[in-house]
């Protein structure tokens, strides 16, 4: 990369990323105990252990040794917290997996190498479009709006049914691709059309109907195929998604206020077209109606929770055989009765981090297209992981979302670690920057660099002295 | 694998002794762990920005606060299930029947009791081998009240129907509350839950069914002032300590799931002529009507109803020259069939239906909180009757045909004549306030039938149990059923003069309520009265 300053050379870039590095090793710290509780459990049960138990802990911190020093050689400048958030996130989905048996089938497993994998598919993603070469993708607008579209119809076309939804051959489900090409297709169209989407109607509350038709239409198809595939999950997800990055791109909250409106009205239509919904419906409402039958995946997952209690029996200890699906869907009811609620709410905390790393780069300060991506991708991850754990809770219906990181499933952990490259990516900054960064305010400064806020703070109030002054 | 193999000695650690302490310190850990990393995260948060967020000053991050609301809402509502699902009784009873997770806390609640009116236990949970399990002292007496809870077969009756306090989750002293923090926050293994106090009386309920015995039936006895129920015994019945799957199999030999006291359903036979004369008293009845041996029928394609006096007499060999004419206070006393079939057309069916309505009939009323079919009591059913069908109006009228009733439904009936009219609903929870049913009928109607009643006794068909000691008013019945013998009826209150207690007796397929019901009867008051059951 840029290796011909002295301030970008390893050294500077060890130096840099020591918060990185920090948090890193706690977490491979935290990960390990939880894999020498769930080894315990299963010895405890009986298991005879092998060398090979310890693999998925020794891919996990190659891993993420990976991660660090390519960064660092690269020289990389952009986010700290936000990779070592998505280690403890896919960290602790690895545990969970673990956990419920993923890889007992030996070391040939394929689940095997899925986080290793992820963690290849975010560095190469974060330094392959860092220093503001990520804007490249918003020229290729209509091939990510073409490569979603086509990917929902060869879903439909090839896959078969499964549970009321569509998947395609060996139950991958190559839709969750869509999370990252409609955002990146969504920072497109309004990096070019915002201008123009923000001239409303003077008088009256009207978006520009010329600027917003190709945007309307392209997500009539969209949702259409989705209603068509019964991924009412996905259509949440991406219609939010959608809204958000239409309201931030325009600055036009009645964006946001028409598009729930209509969202609302099609989501009672649904309703009443697909049993199926319906019937999810009133196992949400009232779960007890059917104990046994629709209400028994949730009530299960509950009633795991309440034995799990407040902080838990520890990894390995709980019997979440009891909940189908565990797994995928309902790891979270997996998490909540394991390690109790304290779990869910260490796990939550480190979700809202992540999330308010991707909302500050959707603040001001850098290019439209950046922002716009970050609002992108931060919706999808948000409303995902809301859905998943509101569905699991019961505060909501369930909608079959995964929650993003920890659920067992290749396409929507590698979608996800795919994401957070791309936001590291943004974070990275605009190019044509200097290479030192500006004093006192750099992402990846050295720590010596590193100032608390108040010194900004402390320099506000002096600039309107001084303009009086003169 | 050498000898010093990590994975070996790690084996060992974990078959050794210090494994569970071990085990917790390592959870500690781990949460510990990851508190750090979370605590280290929000340093360098605050420390560093993504870089190039130049100016960002007064960008206010609110979809970040909107984000956290939704978040802490939902764990707010998590918390509610996860940490307080002790609240929710359903949830409780689906986890006791449902869940199969060894340490699930909602197995270990230790249930409070169920208790008579004298503080005898009537269920209580016991420890057995690190599970609890609920034990019933009394076995089939009290099954069909107190019901049972089982993790196999749910929970019925007052197990059910007062699940939530059984559980401890409505404390209902602030003492109670601190307490159900207290096993919140320590995570405590044994939960306990509050005891329940029933109206019933165990020595009362005990007798009755000694003088049930063998035979099927019901025995009710309640207060008339407040509807506290004092037995409630039904027979035959199982044993909750004992419950298996062929309990539950289709419809078995004596049917001993059925609650025959509240949901049987038996034609009341004389005992409905009460309703009747209420009936006439308040249409003004006065005056007498033609009774003849030859009995009465609205039609000549119909056998005539006739008095059961008839029957014996030409059994006996004899003749019988019929009542003649009979005023209400006689027919009433000699339970004259002829007479109450000839009313019952006379004033017709609308009066007839009316007076069902009034009398609370085709209903389902609860026993106690709680909505599910056993912890209610069916009235009975009335035919609707067609404005053709006379003869049909006839058989209702004296309690036949197609006329149903349950012995507590009659007992109600017994009580409100003691109570001037006013039915008490039933009530089994000592803590339930009480409740009117429904105005049965007037006061002075009361008081002429609660006169006539006594007159059975002293003068009429109840004649038998005409104790000195005991001044009792009531009414007998003889039901004709298609299934054998009559069924055995008695229905009345006690002391006529000041009424305390009214009871309701049932022995199927028993024959004559003067000599099979009515003995019972007596001897339940009289020891009632005895143990003063009275308010």
Redesign the interface.
Known sequence: MSAASADTGFAAAWLRRR?ER??LL??L??MA??F??I???D??SGR????L?LLPLALYALALAGVHLSLVAAGF?????LT??VA?LSGFGLLAQYRMGDFHNGPGALTLGLVPAGFLVMTVGALAFANGRYRVLARGLWVWAGLSLVLVVVLLLTGQRFRGAVYALGFTTPTEVLKVTIPLALAAYLERQGQALARWHPRLPLPPWRALWPLLAFFAVLIGLLALQRDLGMMLILGLAGLVVLASGTGRIGYLVYGLLAGAGLGALLLTVFEHGQRRLDAWLDP?QD??GEGWQI??G??????????????G???PE?TPIAAADFIYSVI??E????????L??????L???G????????PLFGRLLAAGLTTVL?VQT?LN??GV???IPLTGTTLPFISHGGASLLTAFAASGLLLA?????PG?PAK??RG?????PPAD????KV?RKA?PREPAAASDI | MTAVDP?HL??SL??SAA?PA???V??L???L??????W???A????????????????F?W??LV??A??L???G???S???T?LFRP??VA??QS?????????HRILRGRILDRRGRVLAQSREIEGRVRRVYPFGPAFAHTVGYSDPRFGAIGAEAAANAQLNGATPQTLASWGELGRQ??T?TKQPRGQDLTLTLDSDLQLLALQQLGERRGAVVLLRPQDGAVLVLATSPAFDPNRLGPELFRGPAPGTPLLNRATQGLYPPGSVFKIVMAAQAIEAGFSGTLHCPAGGFTTSRRYPPIRDHDYYSAQKAGRAWAGFGNLDLTTAFAESSNVFFAQLGVRYGRDAFARTGERFAFDRQVRLYPGTDRYGSLSTGRLPRLAASDQYGLAQASIGQGRVLASPTHLATIAAAVANRGLAMRPRLLVQEPAAPLGQYMTAPTAARLAGMMRKVVTQGTGRGINDAGLAIAGKTGTAENPRGAAHSWFIGFAPAADPKLAVAVLVEHGGFGSSVAAPIARDLLVKALELGAGP
């Not at chain 2, 449902?98 to 909602?106: I, L």
């Open positions: 918060a920090e948090l706690g977490c710290g935290c105990l939880g020498v509780l080894l315990g459990a010895a405890a005879q252990l092998g060398a138990d400048r952009g986010d700290q917290v070592a958030t403890f007890f104990p046994t009530l299960q509950l009633s795991g929770m309440y034995a799990g209690g407040l902080w838990g029996e520890g990894f200890i709980g019997s009891y909540g009765e390690l109790g609620f304290l779990g869910c709410v260490v939550v905390l480190f979700f809202l981090i999330l308010s790393r909302i500050a780069l959707a603040g001001p300060g850098r948000a809301l754990i509101g809770t019961k505060s943004i974070s990275d900054g605009a920057r960064p500006p305010r750099a992402a990846g400064g590193l100032k608390p806020r900004r506000v | 994975l790690f084996g974990v078959g494994w071990l085990r917790l390592l959870h850990a781990f949460f762990a990851a508190c750090v990393v979370l280290r995260a929000w360098w948060l605050r420390l560093t920005e993504p870089r190039s967020a130049v100016g960002a000053g007064g960008w991050p979809p970040l984000l956290a939704a978040f809402a939902v764990l509502y998590q918390a299930w996860q940490l699902g359903r949830f689906f986890m449902h869940d199969r997770r060894e340490f699930n806390p909602a919140l926050l995570k």
